[in-house]
């Protein structure tokens, strides 16, 4: 099995949606399929079917969460320092082309969420990042094309 890495914040994360899952989800979910159940006929009962359907879901999801908590590596970004990009970097950039600032945190996969400034390790960004200091540029391959990036902070918070 492959181990998962992530911060402790993402691991806590995983964690409060297993808990939410099983203590609010789980049980609203089973009144539910009683409530469909209680109507008749299960083999028409949309409602059941759409419950058991939920039902699935969540335990797949459930299931999921505690596969990857399961094999978490924690990395303690609190105790990392230095100015080059690693694991748990945030790094603001300049886009050579715009002149935009963007910032970001390199986070492991699961905990990845673009919106938030968090890139996963596995991103192509988040690989051409690594082992990079302030004033190097950085040259990324997307879908529409090389960008250029300068990396401006290197900081772990």
Same mark, same amino acid.
């Given at each position: ?88 970097? =945030? ?30 390790? =596995? ?35």
């Amino acid at each position: 099995m492959d181990k998962v890495p992530m911060t402790a914040e993402g691991y806590a994360a995983l964690e409060a949606e297993i808990k939410y899952l099983k203590s609010v989800e789980r049980p609203r979910i089973i009144k539910l399929i009683a409530e469909a159940r209680s109507h008749g006929d299960l083999s028409e009962n949309a409602e059941y079917h759409a419950a058991k359907d939920q039902q699935g879901i969540t335990e797949a999801r459930m299931a999921d969460l505690e596969d990857k908590l399961s094999r978490a590596d924690i990395i303690d970004t609190s105790k990392l320092k230095g100015d080059q990009v690693m694991f748990g970097a =945030t790094v603001t950039l300049i886009d050579e082309d715009t002149d935009e600032k963007a910032k970001y945190r390199i986070v492991g996969e699961v905990e990845a969420d673009v919106k938030q400034g968090r890139i996963s390790i =596995t991103s192509p960004l988040a690989r051409s990042l690594l082992g990079k200091r302030k004033r190097d540029i950085v040259e990324v391959s997307t879908p529409g094309g090389g960008k250029s990036y300068q990396v401006v902070k290197v900081e772990y918070k």
